[in-house]
Structure formats: C-alpha cells, structure tokens
C-alpha cells in the first residue's frame, strides 16, 4: 500500500554538489532516492523543502515521497539510514497526508551561517565555518542585520540562475549568537547569524552574510543594503563561502 511520507534529514554537504539531482554529479537527493530504489525495487522521486547548494549543510532538511514499499516508517528510517551514513541521516519519517508537499507546504525555515574570527582556519572547523581575519564584532553585525527583517524585494541579495513566481520574501527576524553551529567545543571567536524567513532565494542567505560583513569590517557604506534592497538585478556583491550555512529547520 502507498503511503505519504515525511522524512526529516541532516547531512554534511561537503562533498556533494548540492541537494538536487544533476547529471554526472554527486547529490544529496539522489543518494536518498538510489537507496530508496534499492529498498522498494523500484524507482523512488523524492521532492525536498528546498534546494541547498553545494558544499551547504542541513541539521533539518525535509523531503517528502510516495513509499510504494512494505516496511513501516520506523522500519523504514534504520534501513534508509544505515545506507547513507555517515554523511547522511534520517532523523525521522512519518506517514502524512497525501496532499503533504515538503516544499509547498512548508510556513517557514531557519538558516545559520558561522563564522570564525582567525589569522589561520581550526583544522576540526573549517568545514562549517567561514574563518574571516577581520577585525568587527558580532553585535556590529547584529544591527546591520536588523535592517532587512520585515517585508521586501530581495532581487537585488539572488544570484544569477533562479528562476521564481516572485522575489519578495518575509524575513520574520535575524539573530546572532555565540558559538558554532556544529564544532569541537574548545572554538573560540565564533559565532553565527541565524535567519527566520517564509522562504530564500538563490543564495540569498549567503549574500546577505557577504555583504553585511562587508559593511561591518567597513569595506562598504551601510547605504548598500538599501540600495540592494531595491536593485532589481541579480546580485554583484561578496557572496559568503557555503561552508558556513546550514538548513537548521524548516516549519509546517
């Protein structure tokens, strides 16, 4: 019997080109659909909440499919598992309703992005961090944040290569925090901004941290996140390494 699932996953972007399937490449999702393959007999298509880049982690990815296989989601979820890891892992799986979408149902998600204040990178960070040499502090960063919560066109922080319905975006709030997102726990000097939105562009959140760092260190006027905020062309700026983001969470 067909069964509706929703699958929660994280895993270590590094050596993937992303999430999305491509042709000749190594990706995230069609890790996930050639082990379901191999589970089921037959071919598997899974639909993710949202497209992460290469090199970008996730601590919650989600992906929803049609399981056409007999195994009960707990079942399910050991087996998919012991076959992806250790780069891989399946959190969770639940059966939901058929019409559950993991990308257009989703209310929400939650982005972070470390950074890491260094003359040299820690060999247990550089993975998931991006190491900066430039003297500016977090708070700094936590006010030029604030200016782009709320309601906006963000044409100007997408990358050339999207194509979407509309480039408006909610960002509900922007925080930042000490510590790594994931890390040996002796670091020191890091700290990461974590976005809340109703949804990304292409490369967004990475242009967002490019350029706020940009105007922290003062090698850009603060006037810049304005004037991004209403270029209507993709964007020109620094666009942060993807090393430093991760997928933390999406909401239903």
């Known amino acids: ?58 601590l919650g990815q989600v992906f929803s499919c049609v399981w056409p296989g007999p195994k009960r989601p707990d079942e399910l979820r050991r087996s998919l598992s012991q076959l992806l890891g250790p780069e891989i892992r399946i959190d969770s799986i639940e059966v939901v309703r058929d019409d559950f979408h993991a990308q257009r149902s989703a209310a929400s998600k939650r982005y972070a992005y470390a950074i890491c204040q260094a003359a040299e990178p820690d060999p247990f960070l550089e993975k998931y961090a991006w190491t900066v040499p430039w003297d500016f502090n977090a708070q700094r960063v936590n006010e030029i944040a604030q200016r782009v919560v709320g309601r906006h066109d963000f044409a100007g922080f997408c990358s050339s290569g999207s194509s979407v319905e509309t480039t408006h975006r909610t960002i509900h709030s922007i925080g930042v925090l000490d510590g790594p997102v994931t890390g040996p726990p002796d670091t020191s000097s890091v700290w990461h901004i974590e976005f809340h939105g109703d949804g990304f562009l292409y490369k967004m959140a990475r242009n967002l941290v490019g350029t706020i760092a940009d105007i922290a260190r003062g090698h850009l006027d603060e006037s810049a996140l304005d004037e991004r905020l209403s270029a209507p062309a993709p964007y020109h700026g620094y666009t942060a390494p993807a090393k430093g983001l991760f997928l933390v969470e999406v909401r239903y």
């Open 1 to 58: 019997m067909n069964q509706t699932i929703k699958a929660v996953v994280r895993y270590d972007g590094t050596d993937f080109s992303g999430w999305q399937v491509q042709p000749g490449q190594r990706t995230v999702q069609g890790a996930i659909e050639e082990a379901l393959e191999r589970m089921a007999g037959q071919p598997v298509r899974i639909a993710g909440a949202g497209r992460t880049d290469a090199g970008v982690h996730a």
